[in-house]
């Protein structure tokens, strides 16, 4: 099947979709989601900065859905998907700063495909799942393992600003159900595995969310992560690839203290995704 790779992008004070071919992204104008069109501008990769290839409004997981992931901890597989959610505020891009909270001591990445819905689902049976599915891209579902045996909920575990990193890229036309998946931390392989490991499959998946939420356009379903992981450190280089979406790379850095007693007339820091958003810097 024909594939097609879609970007999000910041470049000449806008934000746009693009067709990336090569290291050429053919411009698009409109919301990939509704229909857009080729405007017959390009330009090549270096002259833009990757965002996250969609903006969602919902960030839906499936936790403990590889048995490569929960075998040493000696967890059974559940009978029904394990949800749990991500703010939207937590999305960040290729080549943004993953975040270390303060006080966090045990941040691990996790590499995940990640479904991105096409159209309004609700109440779909699994066999028509895959009509309400855009596409798929990389991701890293980041948590803060202490946080998450010890919290009551996952919120700050797998919420906080940074911890969903998604892209580079949303590809069509790719056969979800059996892709490879692997991390990399400095260069070193630290996970891998295939999309057909999958406990529940991604038509089990969307099936299942849609009886209690309705996804819509842009929404996007992180489905699991195989193997074990490991904590990341500042200076780390964290690289997440999807079989035919290209290699998601982040640093790692420690997050802006807080501050007390601060001027109210001083400006607010920024986060790292709106200083990617704000400033032009090449792309790798």
């Known amino acids: 099947m024909e594939t097609t790779k879609y970007v999000r992008y910041f470049a000449a004070g806008k934000t746009s979709y693009g067709i990336l071919e ?23 990769l270096r002259d833009a900065t990757l965002l996250a290839p969609c903006d969602p409004k919902n960030v839906a997981a499936v936790g403990r859905n590889y048995r490569s992931h929960i075998a040493d901890r000696n967890i059974q597989p559940a009978p029904f998907p394990g949800l749990f959610w991500k703010p ?8 943004e700063n993953i975040l270390l909270p303060e006080g966090a001591q045990n941040v691990h990445y996790e590499a995940e495909m990640v479904v991105v819905i096409g159209k309004k689902t609700r109440n779909v049976v699994p066999a028509d799942a895959s009509n309400h599915i855009f596409g798929v891209t990389a991701g890293n579902d980041v948590s803060e ?5 010890n919290d009551l909920q996952w919120f700050r575990a797998k919420g906080c600003d940074t911890f969903g990193v998604l892209g580079p890229s949303i590809v069509t036309g790719l056969d979800y159900n059996n892709l490879s998946v692997e991390s990399r931390v400095n260069g070193e392989i630290r996970q891998s595995g295939r999309t057909s490991e999958l406990i529940f499959p ?3 998946i969307i099936s299942y969310i849609s009886q209690f939420v309705t996804l819509m356009p842009g929404d996007v379903i992180y489905t699991g992560t195989p193997g074990t992981t490991k904590p990341m450190h500042q200076g780390d280089v964290i690289e997440i690839e999807v079989e035919g979406v290209g290699v998601l790379r982040n640093p790692v850095a420690y997050s802006v203290p807080l501050r007390t007693n601060v001027d109210s007339t001083e400006p607010s820091p920024r986060s790292a995704s709106a200083i990617a958003r704000s400033l032009k810097v090449e792309s790798t």
């Open 202 to 204: 991604v038509d089990t």
């Open 88 to 95: 939207s505020a937590s999305i960040i891009g290729t080549e």
């Open 22 to 44: 090569g290291d050429l992204i053919r411009e698009l104008h409109g919301d990939i989601f509704g229909g857009a069109e080729p405007t017959g501008k390009t330009l090549t």
């Open 145 to 149: 393992r202490d946080w998450q045996k």
